[in-house]
């Protein structure tokens, strides 16, 4: 099992930037590619962004140039740097993480609410 622990959420102005960061834990050895996504009231949830362990990234349309992933391999963590935040970016993030020794098997996090008011 792997353990996600989401952190970094909170509420910023429009235009503003924010970090969030996920740690994880326990049978790390054969995490491969993680990432975040997100879910807006009423709205189903959709991919953000991921990366791979050799550090290939992937983003959505809507968040390209804007948002950048990143991971530190040594505590199995992965970052999101949010800049330019819009109202729309509002949302609850949760992070994931796909076993590359397992596929199909997939752990996620509790998530981090983040709040961007115009």
């Known amino acids: 099992q792997v353990q996600l622990v989401a952190s970094g959420g909170g509420l910023v102005q429009a235009g503003g930037s924010l970090r969030i960061s996920c740690a ?4 790390i050895i054969g995490v491969g590619t993680m990432g975040w996504y997100r879910q807006a009231p009423g709205k189903q949830r959709e991919l953000v962004a991921t ?6 990234t992937n983003y959505a349309d809507s ?5 950048t992933i990143s991971r530190d391999n040594a505590k ?7 800049n330019s935040l819009k109202p729309e970016d509002t949302a609850v993030y ?3 993480a796909y076993r590359f020794d397992l596929p199909g098997v997939d752990y996620w996090g509790q998530g981090t609410q983040v ?3 115009s």
């Open 24 to 27: 994880a834990s326990g049978s």
């Open 51 to 56: 990366i791979t362990g050799g550090g290939r």
């Open 63 to 67: 968040v390209k140039g804007r948002f």
């Open 76 to 82: 199995t963590a992965v970052y999101l740097q949010m």
């Open 94 to 96: 949760y992070c994931v």
């Open 115 to 117: 709040t961007v008011s």
